[in-house]
């Protein structure tokens, strides 16, 4: 296995936001999620798609993630989110991540208008990179076309390898579409891919990727994280197909709320099942369903504190 071009690798959990009844984050139970993550030797990607970090403020993640670090957690291991439309507000949350020792930050493109072209996205992460001006910093693009609508192209990798070879180290590639992420591993052999879902991650290990980061990581992470370290094992397609039968469960259902109503089932803690507008939390029927279908294949939270 090759040596990472960044600081990271392995299974990441975009870590979903819990929130109060008032709707406010709730730092004290994202720092004990993050404990429960770390426990099973997962990574934290905080502020990615499913940490609602689209739906929270520059300020309340500033000041979630300095709890996090306060708390000890270690910043070996994270990966927070700081993409957003408006570069002074990646600038602001990605120093922010350096000075705090962040591994690297996980930067969405700017999403809000479509159909731009590569000079301008180029010009869009050239000036991030160039205002947070630190050495430190290491930056994994983030490829979502199906939400964001705006993708990171071949083309635009390349340049961007070119101007900040040690800056510009990796992606993480929500696509869905394989074809892409094998495009990425044979254009870039020293770049490193994650795959956004665990169902390609032992594809993506046996073509050279660095693991994954992925929603259900959450819920499923020593699962998820054996399979990365056993992927040359005999049982690896095998385990494969017991992670992809387990996130297919979950994503029959909205993502998000799905995660939040299995943290709250199996820690015992209904706060768990609030969401941000305009998302909105699973009924009871779909809640009956989801619990019952987990259930069916023997689904467990172990450790998890309530």
């Known amino acids: 296995m090759r040596e990472p071009a960044g600081l990271i690798r392995g299974v990441l ?15 004290e139970r994202l720092i004990a999620h993050c404990r429960w993550l770390i426990a099973q030797d997962c990574g934290l990607a905080l502020f990615g798609t499913n940490s609602e970090a689209n739906s929270q403020s520059v300020d309340e993640r500033m000041q979630l993630l300095d709890g996090v670090v306060e708390a000890g957690l270690p910043t070996a291991r994270m990966m927070p989110g700081t993409g957003c439309s408006a570069f002074a507000d990646t600038v602001r949350l990605t120093s922010h991540a350096v000075r705090l020792g962040c591994a690297g930050v996980l930067m969405l493109p700017p999403f809000y208008y479509k159909g731009v072209s590569d000079d301008g996205l180029f ?17 994994y ?20 390898l070119a101007a900040y070879p040690a800056t510009v180290v990796g992606i993480k590639d929500s696509s869905g579409d394989w074809a892409n992420t094998k495009a990425m591993l044979d254009a870039f052999p ?18 050279g990727g660095v693991g994954c980061i992925s929603a259900t990581a959450n819920v499923n992470p020593a699962a998820i994280v054996g ?11 095998a385990d ?7 996130r297919q469960i ?18 015992g803690d209904e706060t768990w099942r609030n ?29 998890l504190a309530a």
């Open 190 to 207: 020293l770049f490193d891919v994650f795959v956004g879902s665990e169902a390609f991650l032992l594809a993506n290990m046996r073509a």
């Open 227 to 237: 399979l990365f370290h056993q992927w040359r094992s005999e049982r690896a397609d």
């Open 275 to 303: 969401v941000r507008p305009p998302l909105v939390a699973l009924s009871p029927e779909q809640r009956a369903s989801l619990q019952g279908k987990l259930a069916e294949i023997g689904f467990t939270m172990a450790g």
């Open 240 to 246: 494969q197909a017991a992670l992809t039968a387990t």
């Open 250 to 267: 979950l994503q029959a259902f909205p993502m998000i709320p799905a995660l939040k109503a299995t943290i709250a089932h199996y820690s």
């Open 123 to 139: 010009a869009y992460f050239s000036e991030v990179i160039e205002r947070v001006g630190d050495q430190r910093l290491k930056v």
């Open 13 to 27: 959990a975009p870590v979903v936001t819990p929130f109060r009844a008032d709707l406010a984050p709730d730092r």
């Open 141 to 160: 693009l983030y490829h979502i076309p199906p939400v964001a609508q705006v993708g990171i192209s071949l083309a635009l990798i390349e340049r961007l």
